[in-house]
């Protein structure tokens, strides 16, 4: 029995990640669980469809057992999104594989990256490019680059391998006893080219808003059912439909409420209170933005404030392991997890997990929360306990 983890959004889940599973079932693993993002994603944006229909999905098409990553590490930086999700997977206790996907593959140039920019986040220069206006991880690329060279710089150039690294460091920190395996992505993240049938998420979900149908041979029989079904009945998500709520909650918010926002420094919390009196995201995120201040950190901050995520929220492991969905090697894979003595309660009930400690209720009540909000931006807006009712998928493949 060889279990390997993924840590994933699907969002939504395309061939390529069909590719990833087939990759890791070569490489051995005879179970998968995936630790996967809920409503809201990495990049600061609603889920194109909710997470336990994204969960279902990824079980009929590969994957065994589905565990959701709670709402202030799914809309974390890739530092604190990656500790989160190797974190609870190595507190499972059965996990021996970290499997994921970059744009290099190649495992010693990821951990030698990850070492060279260790080093160079303890280097003096670092503050001085940042008092120059670049922000932290165009400073530490340029310090990267002059230690390095181009061939490790250019590593921190692209998305997944920026991950990669950040799960490899996360893996070193944690001391966990998992195994990376990485598996070369096809096509570069965000492209809109299409290779051997594949693209990237981003390119599907453009596909999908914009009305056009040839989508649907870059995705599996199964998502291309669920994104018809949940088009059928409004449930499909955009971050556009949040703007009224999330700028009401950015005119309203105390200074001291931003600054508790775990991206929030150096002053940022002194650009939004001035950008207020804009009347759209598109004009607030314009007057703030800057070198310093990416667009996808811009967006997670604003959900950070409209979701009540502190920089508390983060500062501990995932309390416990929600189900989203699971088949019949998914059961055994908590079977496995119990025998090996997992430091993680496990359930399906977000009610029952509430009821186990402080930190589990906080955690709890903020993704019941979060889930509730993401009821407004669907097409037709969903009832706010939507977290409390849903059923799980539970599959016999």
């Given at each position: ?14 061939n390529?990640?069909l ?9 051995g693993a005879t179970?998968i ?7 809201f994603?990495?990049r ?15 079980v009929?098409?590969?994957?065994d ?11 974390g930086?890739?530092e604190?999104?990656a ?21 290099c593959g190649d ?5 030698k990256a990850m ?9 003096p220069?670092?503050e ?15 310090l990267?680059?002059q230690?390095?060279g ?18 490899l ?6 001391q966990?006893s ?5 598996v ?6 965000d492209?809109?080219?299409i290779t051997d049938?594949q693209?990237?998420a ?8 914009d009305?056009k149908?040839?989508y ?19 449930n499909?998500?955009r971050?556009?439909?949040l ?6 909650r950015?005119?309203?918010a105390?200074p001291?409420?931003l ?13 939004i209170?001035?950008a207020r009196?804009e009347t ?11 070198k310093r201040?990416?667009?996808?950190r ?12 502190r920089?508390?929220?983060?500062a501990?492991a995932p309390?416990?392991a929600?189900?989203l969905?699971?088949?019949?090697r998914?059961s055994e ?7 090996a003595g997992?430091?993680l309660?496990?359930s399906?009930s ?7 400690n ?7 009540e903020?993704?019941a929360?979060?889930t509730a909000v993401y009821?407004?931006a669907l097409?037709?807006?969903a009832?706010?306990d939507a ?5 799980i998928?539970?599959?016999?493949g």
């Amino acid at each position: 029995m060889k279990i390997s983890g993924i840590i994933c959004e699907y969002n939504p889940f395309h061939n390529g990640h069909l590719h990833h599973i087939r990759e890791t079932r070569k490489n051995g693993a005879t179970h998968i669980v995936a630790v996967m993002s809920g409503n809201f994603v990495q990049r600061g944006d609603v889920a194109i469809m909710d997470k336990f229909t994204r969960a279902k999905t990824a079980v009929t098409c590969g994957a065994d057992l589905v565990l959701e990553l709670p709402v202030p590490y799914a809309l974390g930086a890739a530092e604190v999104f990656a500790r989160g999700a190797v974190s609870l997977l190595d507190n499972l206790c059965c996990v021996s594989e970290l499997s994921f996907g970059s744009e290099c593959g190649d495992i010693p140039l990821l951990q030698k990256a990850m070492e060279a920019s260790a080093e160079c986040a303890d280097k003096p220069e670092l503050e001085e490019l940042l008092r120059l206006g670049n922000s932290y991880p165009k400073a530490l690329r340029i310090l990267i680059r002059q230690n390095y060279g181009d061939a490790v710089s250019a590593l921190f150039d692209t998305p997944n391998n920026v991950l990669a690294i950040e799960y490899l460091r996360a893996i070193d920190k944690l001391q966990a006893s998992m195994q990376p395996f990485t598996v070369r992505r096809l096509v570069p993240h965000d492209a809109a080219t299409i290779t051997d049938d594949q693209t990237s998420a981003s390119h599907v979900r453009r596909m999908l808003l914009d009305g056009k149908q040839d989508y649907e041979k870059l995705i599996p029989a199964a998502t291309a059912q669920s994104i018809r079904s949940c088009a059928a009945s409004g449930n499909i998500a955009r971050f556009i439909n949040l703007e009224r709520v999330l700028l009401y909650r950015l005119r309203t918010a105390t200074p001291e409420e931003l600054l508790a926002s775990p991206e929030v420094a150096h002053g940022l919390e002194n650009k939004i209170l001035a950008a207020r009196n804009e009347t759209s995201l598109d004009a607030m995120f314009a007057a703030i933005k800057s070198k310093r201040y990416t667009l996808s950190r811009l967006r997670r901050i604003m959900l950070h404030i409209l979701l009540g995520i502190r920089k508390e929220h983060i500062a501990t492991a995932p309390p416990y392991a929600r189900i989203l969905a699971l088949n019949e090697r998914g059961s055994e894979i908590l079977t496995a997890a119990k025998q090996a003595g997992s430091k993680l309660p496990c359930s399906t009930s977000p009610a029952k997990l509430a009821e186990l400690n402080d930190i589990s209720c906080t955690i709890a009540e903020l993704e019941a929360q979060a889930t509730a909000v993401y009821g407004l931006a669907l097409g037709k807006i969903a009832p706010a306990d939507a977290d409390y009712r849903a059923k799980i998928a539970i599959s016999k493949g």
